[in-house]
């Protein structure tokens, strides 16, 4: 009433009601008391303020000023919250009383809020108050970035801070804000000395990534490839850290790309500012990941052209080739354009170890100090040499039982060592760490027994976990991904199996699966677990100039390194990604299953942290189906392993169905030939539910906020999770698509035989559960589509079709006129199961239906068979419109056949619905696709039909508009 008066200009003598007042004054001392309080948490906010807050937002100004404006209560949350995690000198809205630091993992002081904003509460705030809280990090990074480029801090923003920032990008108005504020801010860090800001910004943006739609996750790919460019060429100092999340947020959003994300090739992965040659890993990674999408989606004329284009712009700036193994499961033209792609230069042991030999003779050799740094000083005019000479040391100590000795000294100037790090830019520490694996793998090749290859590996693993030289997830990631020859590949493959079977990886992997929770958004106390871990393990991103870094020896000079905090990861949480590309390397050798089963079986519970399980696991299965189809037990535990640790963390039945479970866990699985019939009656049932009837859907799916999940709805869960249960069960492609046909031809038979009025209400339902069928089937691999295809020419072949006879070919084709006359309800039912197969796929299973329509028209002998496959494949036309030369090909195969058939013999020119039908088909096909705009492809063709082919296009023609 007060809004419309002032906007019409009436006074109205109106006083704020009295129960209003004392409501609203009683709220804000309320709100006052719990700001003032020291140490205030913003989980003291209750889902009862929300509503509050919105009504002060929406509510006009009163006549006798009420103490509170609209905004007051939303100003004094959001400062409160910002202020304190800022530093302790308050705002115009919070206390003077400081809420004091903690120690972060890092050995950082950050301040002690460590509880973020609650989801209900951010749930019930209306858009226009999140929106005004993404804003507001405007001014705190910029309030941040000025203070420490001129006064670097020595106390760093609170964890509740961050974790609210992460909470706020679930919403979509406030995470354009925060992603784009991000993304004009990152130069600004880099710039003025806010390298803490900018490590944490992609540690939140790698391990607080929601579910992103597409044009983000490639806008945050391209914008961390641009720092990375910039950050090569930068020293180490207080940058790599940086460095390392700059690799997870780009490794986490290259691997969560789907199929849906790839469906154009306008995608982000194509833009070639991210292929940089001081980024051989990255590219690699990029390229793979390409080859795996565009296989699944199919290689249609469009995608097989920009493919080639691709790989050659990407090949001019990144020379490289790929190993026999990966190559062969590679589509067919990446192997021939690779083929024609001269091979590596072999790396020259010979030479190098030379080098590497002389250097390590001299450092042993050396009895001074002085002598040693004379050593240094030459060593420093190749740095690539650093990590080798290293290695060697270590190795060569190892071999003579001087490292099992009480005050043995590892290598020879660990402070020099410490100096020449320090001073190398990071891409060429990449470049030495690459050369130290070509080197170590070189090596280990010429071993004859398992015990000296251990000991080699022990020794690279005694430089990332004792000395901290290395990087574990970044020697894991080049060994995996390097080009080593095909005869080292398995060597290269020992060496990771090695590496993870190392006790101080094993610990750490026990120790984070004990404190830190997978649904990171249900613990209250997410950042006193990691605390707690790093406290028994703490991290350091460089070598520092002692041996024992926790407990420096007195005297003993050693760098002083700047460090960060860390918010949400550890070692651990940055191979969950490197650990993705560890199980397509085992898959591609054949000759390492048993070290495969062994990783899998102990490091396997990696994959409950895995943000896309479900996905990742999907498209390995569908890309590596022709390795993986004859061997069934592998799929048993990657499923275990990649879901089963998961679902743990999940209500029964999430991932899992019940059914499927007791198959999984079985002693003895392999005694299972195929699963009942039941089993996917309830699979397709859940999916069925899911797409038509989400109120009926299983009740785990209505208690899970889907946000925090990989997909956003239960029907894609429902999908994907029943995708992976028929690729990993027994039985084959035939009995999995056998199963989902019986269930089909149960409905199909309560459907038949009923009044028009009942039957076209069961057809209704029939043609959901073929949907639904077909769905799954679309999100398989081609072998279970060639099933279909399989059915498809038991249809042609039948009596109704093979043979000139009196029959109805309208109903025959139709499904819901054969099952309402009960006839022959088979053919009509193939071609609908195979259309809703591909409608709803990519272009990869219609490519599958044009390459068998090519092989078996030839052999049709009826019209009745060539109306089959028109009524078929016409409808599904759409997906090739920029496919012209597969449409061409398509319709001369057409007239072709058509043409032999009706001009074979007087009685095999067909009926007259026969003729009518065909040439409505090939008329509607001429008019709607542009395969022959100058008729010198089909006139010749048409000329040959029979006259009553003649007269219906004449007449189709003149009613069309178009001269024939």
């Known amino acids: 009433m007060m809004r419309r008066a002032k906007q019409d200009n009436v006074g109205v003598a109106c006083n704020t009601p009295t129960c209003l007042k004392l409501l609203i004054e009683y709220i804000l001392a309320a709100i006052d008391r719990a700001v003032s309080q020291p140490g205030f948490q913003s989980m003291h906010l209750k889902p009862e303020h929300a509503a509050v807050v919105n009504c002060f937002v929406s509510m006009p100004v009163l006549k006798d000023q009420v103490v509170a404006s609209k905004m007051d209560y939303v100003d004094k949350m959001a400062y409160s919250l910002i202020d304190y995690t800022l530093d302790n000198s308050g705002g115009a809205y919070s206390s003077s009383q400081s809420v004091g630091s903690t120690l972060a993992p890092g050995g950082c002081s950050v301040y002690n809020v460590t509880k973020p904003l609650q989801m209900d509460w951010l749930d019930g705030v209306s858009i226009h108050i999140r929106t005004i809280l993404a804003n507001m990090l405007s001014s705190c990074f910029s309030r941040v970035i000025t203070s420490f480029r001129d006064v670097p801090g020595s106390v760093f923003l609170a964890p509740a801070f961050w974790e609210t920032v992460s909470r706020l990008m679930l919403y979509e108005e406030s995470l354009n804000v925060i992603l784009t504020l991000i993304g004009m801010k990152l130069p600004e860090m880099a710039k003025n000395n806010a390298l803490f800001l900018l490590a944490t910004n992609f540690e939140l943006l790698a391990f607080r990534m929601p579910y992103l739609p597409i044009n983000w996750k490639g806008n945050i790919v391209v914008m961390a490839m641009n720092m990375h460019k910039e950050f090569n060429n930068f020293q180490p100092t207080g940058s790599i850290q940086a460095l390392v999340y700059m690799y997870q947020v780009i490794m986490r959003s290259i691997q969560s790309f789907n199929v849906e994300d790839f469906s154009t090739r306008n995608s982000h992965l194509s833009v070639p500012a991210l292929y940089l040659p001081e980024s051989e890993e990255i590219t690699r990674l990029l390229l793979l990941t390409i080859f795996r999408l565009t296989s699944i989606v199919g290689l249609d004329q469009p995608m097989l052209q920009f493919l080639n284009n691709h790989l050659a712009s990407v090949q001019e700036g990144l020379p490289h080739t790929w190993g026999h193994q990966i190559l062969s499961t590679l589509p067919e033209n990446v192997r021939t354009f690779y083929g024609m792609v001269p091979p590596p230069a072999k790396f020259d042991k010979k030479s190098i170890s030379g080098l590497v030999e002389e250097f390590v003779r001299r450092l042993r050799a050396a009895n001074t100090d002085q002598e040693v740094r004379r050593v240094f000083e030459t060593l420093n005019g190749k740095p690539v040499l650093i990590y080798c000479v290293i290695w060697r040391q270590l190795v060569l100590n190892s071999e003579s039982g001087d490292l099992a000795a009480a005050n043995a000294v590892p290598f020879k100037g660990p402070h020099y060592t410490a100096v020449i790090l320090?001073?190398?830019?990071?891409?060429?520490?990449?470049?030495?760490?690459?050369?130290?694996?070509?080197?170590?793998?070189?090596?280990?090749?010429?071993?004859?027994?398992?015990?000296?290859?251990?000991?080699?590996?022990?020794?690279?693993?005694?430089?990332?976990?004792?000395?901290?030289?290395?990087?574990?997830?970044?020697?894991?990631?080049?060994?995996?991904?390097?080009?080593?020859?095909?005869?080292?590949?398995?060597?290269?493959?020992?060496?990771?199996?090695?590496?993870?079977?190392?006790?101080?990886?094993?610990?750490?992997?026990?120790?984070?699966?004990?404190?830190?929770?997978?649904?990171?958004?249900?613990?209250?106390?997410?950042?006193?677990?990691?605390?707690?871990?790093?406290?028994?393990?703490?991290?350091?991103?460089?070598?520092?100039?002692?041996?024992?870094?926790?407990?420096?020896?007195?005297?003993?000079?050693?760098?002083?390194?700047?460090?960060?905090?860390?918010?949400?990861?550890?070692?651990?949480?940055?191979?969950?990604?490197?650990?993705?590309?560890?199980?397509?390397?085992?898959?591609?050798?054949?000759?390492?299953?048993?070290?495969?089963?062994?990783?899998?079986?102990?490091?396997?519970?990696?994959?409950?942290?895995?943000?896309?399980?479900?996905?990742?696991?999907?498209?390995?299965?569908?890309?590596?189906?022709?390795?993986?189809?004859?061997?069934?037990?592998?799929?048993?535990?990657?499923?275990?392993?990649?879901?089963?640790?998961?679902?743990?963390?999940?209500?029964?039945?999430?991932?899992?169905?019940?059914?499927?479970?007791?198959?999984?866990?079985?002693?003895?699985?392999?005694?299972?030939?195929?699963?009942?019939?039941?089993?996917?009656?309830?699979?397709?049932?859940?999916?069925?539910?899911?797409?038509?009837?989400?109120?009926?859907?299983?009740?785990?799916?209505?208690?899970?906020?889907?946000?925090?999940?990989?997909?956003?709805?239960?029907?894609?869960?429902?999908?994907?999770?029943?995708?992976?249960?028929?690729?990993?069960?027994?039985?084959?492609?035939?009995?999995?698509?056998?199963?989902?046909?019986?269930?089909?031809?149960?409905?199909?038979?309560?459907?038949?035989?009923?009044?028009?009025?009942?039957?076209?209400?069961?057809?209704?339902?029939?043609?959901?559960?073929?949907?639904?069928?077909?769905?799954?089937?679309?999100?398989?691999?081609?072998?279970?589509?060639?099933?279909?295809?399989?059915?498809?020419?038991?249809?042609?072949?039948?009596?109704?079709?093979?043979?000139?006879?009196?029959?109805?070919?309208?109903?025959?084709?139709?499904?819901?006129?054969?099952?309402?006359?009960?006839?022959?309800?088979?053919?009509?039912?193939?071609?609908?199961?195979?259309?809703?197969?591909?409608?709803?796929?990519?272009?990869?299973?219609?490519?599958?239906?044009?390459?068998?329509?090519?092989?078996?028209?030839?052999?049709?002998?009826?019209?009745?068979?060539?109306?089959?496959?028109?009524?078929?494949?016409?409808?599904?036309?759409?997906?090739?419109?920029?496919?012209?030369?597969?449409?061409?090909?398509?319709?001369?195969?057409?007239?072709?056949?058509?043409?032999?058939?009706?001009?074979?013999?007087?009685?095999?020119?067909?009926?007259?619905?026969?003729?009518?039908?065909?040439?409505?088909?090939?008329?509607?096909?001429?008019?709607?696709?542009?395969?022959?705009?100058?008729?010198?492809?089909?006139?010749?063709?048409?000329?040959?039909?029979?006259?009553?082919?003649?007269?219906?296009?004449?007449?189709?023609?003149?009613?069309?508009?178009?001269?024939?």
């Open 422 to 964: 320090e001073k190398q830019p990071l891409k060429m520490q990449m470049t030495a760490l690459r050369f130290l694996m070509d080197y170590v793998i070189a090596d280990i090749r010429q071993m004859v027994t398992v015990e000296q290859i251990s000991r080699q590996c022990e020794c690279l693993s005694l430089m990332v976990w004792k000395y901290h030289i290395l990087p574990f997830d970044r020697v894991l990631l080049v060994t995996l991904l390097r080009h080593f020859g095909d005869d080292n590949s398995l060597v290269s493959v020992l060496c990771v199996h090695l590496f993870c079977k190392a006790p101080e990886f094993l610990a750490r992997l026990a120790e984070t699966v004990n404190l830190i929770p997978p649904v990171y958004w249900q613990a209250e106390n997410y950042f006193d677990q990691v605390v707690a871990y790093h406290h028994k393990y703490p991290e350091y991103f460089q070598f520092n100039g002692n041996f024992d870094m926790n407990n420096p020896v007195a005297g003993t000079p050693s760098l002083l390194q700047t460090r960060y905090p860390l918010y949400f990861s550890n070692v651990i949480l940055r191979c969950v990604p490197v650990f993705d590309v560890m199980v397509h390397r085992f898959i591609e050798l054949p000759g390492c299953q048993q070290q495969f089963e062994t990783v899998l079986e102990l490091c396997g519970k990696i994959f409950s942290f895995h943000d896309r399980p479900v996905t990742f696991l999907w498209q390995t299965f569908h890309f590596y189906d022709n390795l993986l189809k004859d061997n069934l037990a592998i799929r048993r535990k990657l499923m275990k392993a990649v879901v089963g640790f998961k679902a743990e963390h999940y209500p029964p039945n999430f991932y899992f169905t019940a059914q499927y479970e007791a198959y999984l866990t079985a002693t003895t699985p392999d005694a299972t030939p195929s699963m009942p019939i039941d089993y996917f009656h309830h699979l397709l049932a859940r999916l069925h539910t899911c797409m038509y009837s989400s109120h009926n859907s299983p009740p785990v799916y209505h208690t899970l906020d889907w946000r925090f999940h990989e997909y956003p709805n239960a029907t894609t869960h429902a999908l994907y999770t029943g995708c992976l249960e028929l690729m990993s069960i027994p039985g084959g492609a035939d009995g999995t698509v056998s199963g989902l046909v019986g269930c089909l031809s149960e409905r199909m038979t309560a459907a038949a035989g009923h009044g028009e009025e009942l039957a076209e209400q069961k057809f209704q339902q029939l043609q959901r559960w073929i949907n639904s069928a077909g769905l799954f089937l679309s999100a398989l691999p081609a072998r279970y589509f060639r099933v279909l295809l399989n059915m498809l020419d038991v249809a042609l072949w039948t009596p109704e079709m093979s043979e000139e006879c009196d029959t109805d070919i309208v109903t025959i084709l139709d499904l819901q006129r054969s099952l309402v006359s009960q006839s022959n309800s088979s053919i009509a039912f193939t071609c609908q199961l195979i259309q809703a197969t591909i409608l709803q796929n990519t272009v990869a299973h219609m490519l599958l239906l044009l390459g068998h329509f090519h092989q078996i028209i030839g052999s049709v002998s009826t019209l009745s068979q060539i109306l089959l496959l028109l009524k078929l494949i016409t409808p599904l036309l759409g997906k090739l419109t920029s496919d012209l030369d597969r449409l061409r090909a398509f319709v001369t195969d057409v007239l072709q056949a058509v043409t032999r058939v009706a001009t074979r013999q007087p009685a095999s020119t067909g009926s007259d619905q026969q003729i009518a039908l065909l040439s409505e088909a090939l008329f509607y096909i001429l008019d709607t696709y542009p395969v022959d705009q100058n008729k010198e492809l089909t006139s010749p063709f048409i000329n040959g039909l029979p006259d009553g082919f003649h007269k219906r296009l004449r007449f189709l023609a003149q009613a069309n508009g178009f001269k024939f």
